[in-house]
């Protein structure tokens, strides 16, 4: 193993340990805002099955003020950066802070292929085999809020960019697209707006030819990393890894102007974690160099975020709801000792309010504890660097995704089934399509119209959120989801 790694967590200096690393790393988040969670992680034997109260702990413990948020988003960072190590080729092993000292070993020249398509100029949706636009789109925007698919402003900020369509170009800007390869990324959309894109994945043929032909056929402009002395885009030698060459890739991204800085990164297991405090040492790099730069992420919804009020009321509301679920739901949590269809959030008498009087935000858990430890902390440092980021004045395109069938979940076999039966459960499960275009329409949004930091860290997140109705659910998801699968398995199969 080489290049962005785990730290040696064992006195033999052999043992590079997932789990130590998540447990102190969340450990360290907690400890300045919740001493006693810290120490319920530190004592903690079995991460792997329970890190998931753990990372609750971790949201719960931000909500009592936007300062206890951001302190324990700066903490958790600190412990990563602190932690992490780089083996290298020629300067041996050393610590993630000191990646950047020295020039880079290979550098990276920029290959520019121009599209000659024409610059669309009208956002539109595919959506179940149609392309909607104007009222089309704005009838399903209100549906989806009617149905609690979305956040009011989601719908809000859409039909802004629908009433601005010369925003869609960005005229001026560079959008660094990290992961360019990623179904939920936005390079397609982008290079059909005439943007200009510059593309970071890793060097495989078979990205940069699928990148290259997309280009071709529309009206941006594809910027592609390639070795020193070469001006040719050919796929054949196209891209960088970012777990070895991030001081290259560094150097390159330096060049553009106004750039914004879009982390769209996944891969498997530990790797996960170790490409995105990558991008976040990246990140933090790039940050210290210029001030004209701005970031964007896509959140998960399987994750457990603190939502509005008005949320936790729809949720209450189905619950309530006469329907055959309903008639279920008591020998069901019976024969399952209370663990199926539990209701999203506690009964309103139950739920805290803050001083003076108002409903305090309600916390939706919908963390899927098949996907494991090493995502739920490659996407909770993604959420740190944007709090800390927003509140240090960078603008920042922070937006939670719909659940959506792209080829990593699909090659979960329960997870898949699971999103096959959603719908019976009120939860709209996006293609990657559809996903990937509103998503990038919300990027377009936020980087003219960026937020401004609130009084909480969880409006911040809240903002614009396109979860697929997991948060104005009746049924708490993980209580649902056995549930959902069975119900999908034979819609999941291929």
């Given at each position: ?155 809000e900020s859409i039909s802004t960019v629908m009433a601005n369509p010369d925003w869609l170009a960005l005229p001026g ?39 290259l032909d997309l280009a071709e056929r529309y009206a941006g402009r594809l910027h592609l990393p390639v070795p020193a ?73 399987t994750d457990v975020f603190a939502v509005p009020p008005d949320a936790v009321a729809q949720a209450e509301r189905a ?176």
């Amino acid at each position: 193993m080489t290049g962005v790694v785990f730290p040696v967590s064992d006195a033999g200096g052999e043992r590079r340990s997932t789990s130590a690393l998540g447990r102190s790393v969340v450990a360290s988040a907690l400890r300045a805002v919740d001493p006693v969670g810290a120490g319920a992680v530190e004592r903690e034997t079995a991460w792997r099955t329970a890190y998931a109260g753990h990372f609750k702990r971790l949201l719960e413990a931000g909500l009592s003020s936007g300062d206890a948020a951001r302190t324990s988003a700066a903490d958790g960072l600190a412990a990563l950066h602190d932690r992490m190590r780089v083996i290298t080729a020629d300067r041996g092993e050393i610590g993630l802070r000191e990646l950047f000292d020295g020039a880079p070993a290979k550098p990276l020249a920029t290959a520019t292929y121009a599209g000659r398509g024409e610059a669309e100029r009208e956002f539109t949706l595919p959506y179940r085999g149609q392309r909607l636009a104007g009222g089309q789109l704005l009838a399903q925007l209100e549906r989806w809020v009617e149905a609690g698919v979305i956040e009011p402003s989601c719908a809000e900020s859409i039909s802004t960019v629908m009433a601005n369509p010369d925003w869609l170009a960005l005229p001026g800007r560079t959008i660094a697209v990290l992961g360019a390869g990623a179904e939920m990324g936005p390079v397609h959309s982008l290079l059909r707006w005439g943007c200009d894109v510059a593309a970071v994945d890793l060097p495989r043929p078979a990205v940069w030819t699928r990148l290259l032909d997309l280009a071709e056929r529309y009206a941006g402009r594809l910027h592609l990393p390639v070795p020193a002395g070469t001006t040719e885009a050919d796929p054949a030698v196209a891209g960088a890894d970012l777990l070895h060459d991030l001081p290259a890739v560094a150097a390159w991204l330096e060049q553009f102007t106004d750039l914004t800085l879009g982390n769209y990164v996944y891969a498997d297991g530990a790797t996960n974690v170790r490409v995105s405090v990558a991008v976040d040492a990246l990140t933090e790099r790039l940050r210290s160099l210029r001030s004209d730069l701005s970031l964007a992420f896509l959140a998960t919804p399987t994750d457990v975020f603190a939502v509005p009020p008005d949320a936790v009321a729809q949720a209450e509301r189905a619950y309530g709801e006469a329907s055959a679920l309903r008639l279920l739901r008591s020998p069901l949590r019976i024969v399952s000792a209370g663990r199926l269809l539990r209701r999203n959030y506690a009964p309103v008498g139950e739920r805290l309010r803050d001083p003076s009087g108002a409903a305090e935000p309600g916390v939706c858990d919908s963390i899927v504890t098949q996907q494991g430890p090493n995502y739920a902390l490659a996407k909770r440092l993604q959420r740190w660097r944007a709090a800390v980021a927003r509140s240090a004045g960078t603008p920042v395109s922070f937006t939670v995704a719909p659940p959506t069938r792209t080829r990593s979940v699909l090659k979960n076999r329960a997870l898949a089934a699971a999103y096959a039966g959603a719908h019976i459960f009120g939860v709209e499960v996006f293609e990657p399509a559809t996903a990937n275009t509103l998503m990038a329409g919300l990027l377009v949004h936020d980087l003219h119209r960026p937020l401004k930091p609130q009084a909480h860290v969880w409006q911040e997140e809240a903002f614009n959120a396109a979860h697929g109705g997991l948060w104005r659910a009746a049924y708490a998801p993980r209580s649902a989801l056995g549930l959902a699968a069975l119900l999908g398995w034979g819609a999941a199969r291929p």
